[in-house]
């Protein structure tokens, strides 16, 4: 009988491999010190800022006028357009072999601007007048041949007059036939002249339309179409273009703004206007409302508002932003002082159990204030009571503020 078998490697001690026991105290550990690291950094950027959210606020100015003087009475923003504008397009399809204009260029009125390849409507033209020549010569030879049995006739009538007996009837009646039928043959080709003409004029009118001309006198805003490329009057897709420049007359430029349907019973025509582009913040220039459309839009419940530029600058361009301050005269007896009028961005109001309120900054509080506010228009809103003017309104940073809650400016 065999002595039994006994495996002897679970008896080995391996040093290189740490214990079970052993690896899981020193993973614990090792999430242990990374949760504390987080917690290390999450405090100190909480207390690095002080725990105190920053906050964006904006300071309250009043807009008022002196006794005669005008005031702003609604704002609005919008965009300088031209109201003589063209996309300018060839009338018929062809490559474009010629165009004498940039962006910039200045051009007059039924001045050439570009022109298409034209050789086969030369050709046309070139065959409509040698159509009209060969009219014209078979006319010549139509009326010639008239007048000859015109003659022929006339003569053979007064030869019978005087003696019937040398000319019969028959032969009178087929003198006077032939010179009928030369008659018509020339009204035949008078009318073929006409004709030729006619293909002469269309042959013409069709060369002509290979010539892209400006509708009016005014300034190219942008080339659309290269030389060598196919243009036509409509896009057809694929390398085809439509327009071949867009021009405008810089001397009819407006202002289009959106205004609250809220405010539209304070719009009227010709009362003047405060423009200010975007582009230049410190300058503002005169204008006057030039139509009010008479159609809202129902979406946006606004109705767009049409103003002219008085002040001429060449720096006003087409498609600039602009914000439009409507003025209204002051109405104040003399030596009364005017209302002031608030205004504080949109964004500052809220609505709170039905009641539109701001959020004051006062020594690094927050605190609560109902006001009256009017519609929006052009982005700020009208405080109608409940401000004075000079106070620091909260316009973001909390999401919902609270009496009381610390804040701190940037």
């Known amino acids: ?108 009125a039924n001045e050439i601007i570009a022109r298409l390849e034209s050789a086969e409507y030369q050709a046309g033209v070139t065959q409509a007048e040698a159509n009209v020549a060969v009219a014209r010569a078979t006319l010549v030879e139509a009326q010639s041949d008239r007048e000859q049995l015109r003659s022929e006739a ?34 035949a080709a008078a009318a073929r002249v006409d004709a030729a003409s006619a293909g002469l004029r269309l042959a013409q009118a069709n060369l002509e339309n290979t010539v892209v001309r400006a509708p009016f006198s005014g300034t190219v805003l942008r080339k659309e179409a290269e030389v060598g490329e196919v243009v036509a009057p409509s896009v057809g897709g694929g390398l085809t273009r439509g327009a071949v420049v867009t021009m405008a007359d810089l001397a009819t430029l407006e202002v289009e703004v959106d205004v609250n349907e809220a405010y539209i019973a304070r719009i009227r025509g010709g009362q003047p206007t405060r423009i200010t582009l975007d582009a230049y913040p410190d300058t503002s220039f005169r204008g006057a409302v030039r139509q009010v459309v008479p159609t809202a839009d129902r979406q946006r419940a606004t109705v767009q508002v049409k103003v002219a530029i008085t002040d ?15 003025l209204e005269p002051d109405t104040a007896p003399r030596g009364a002082a005017a209302a002031p009028l608030l205004r504080v961005p949109a964004a500052a109001v809220r609505e709170d159990g039905g009641q539109s309120v701001v959020w004051l900054v006062r020594e690094g509080r927050l605190v609560r204030r109902e006001i009256s506010a009017g519609p929006v228009s052009g982005g700020m809103r009208e ?28």
Do not use: C, W
């Not at 109608?384 to 400016?409: F, H, M």
């Open 1 to 108: 009988m065999s002595a039994p078998q006994h495996d002897l490697s679970k008896l080995t001690i391996r040093r290189d491999v740490p214990p079970p026991k052993v690896r899981s105290a020193l993973r614990t550990s090792v999430i242990i010190a990374v949760v504390a690291a987080v917690l290390v950094i999450a405090a100190y950027l909480v207390l690095g800022s002080g725990g105190v959210p920053v906050v964006r606020v904006v300071t309250v100015s009043a807009q008022a006028g002196g006794a005669g003087q005008a005031a702003t009475g609604v704002t609005a923003n919008g965009y300088v357009v031209a109201r003589t504008k063209a996309s300018v397009s060839a009338k018929i399809a062809g490559r474009l072999a010629f165009l004498g204009v940039s962006e910039g260029s200045r051009v007059r």
């Open 312 to 326: 001429r600058d060449p720096r006003i361009l087409p498609e600039m932003g602009a914000r439009v301050d409507f």
């Open 383 to 410: 405080v109608r009571r409940g401000l004075s003017g000079g106070e620091q309104v909260l316009v973001s940073g909390v999401e919902a503020p609270r009496e009381g809650v610390r804040v701190r400016l940037p």
């Open 154 to 187: 006339q003569r053979q009538t007064d030869v019978r007059a005087q003696n019937p007996q040398l000319v019969s009837q028959q032969e009178l009646d087929l003198a006077q036939s032939r010179a009928t039928q030369a008659e018509a043959r020339v009204t």
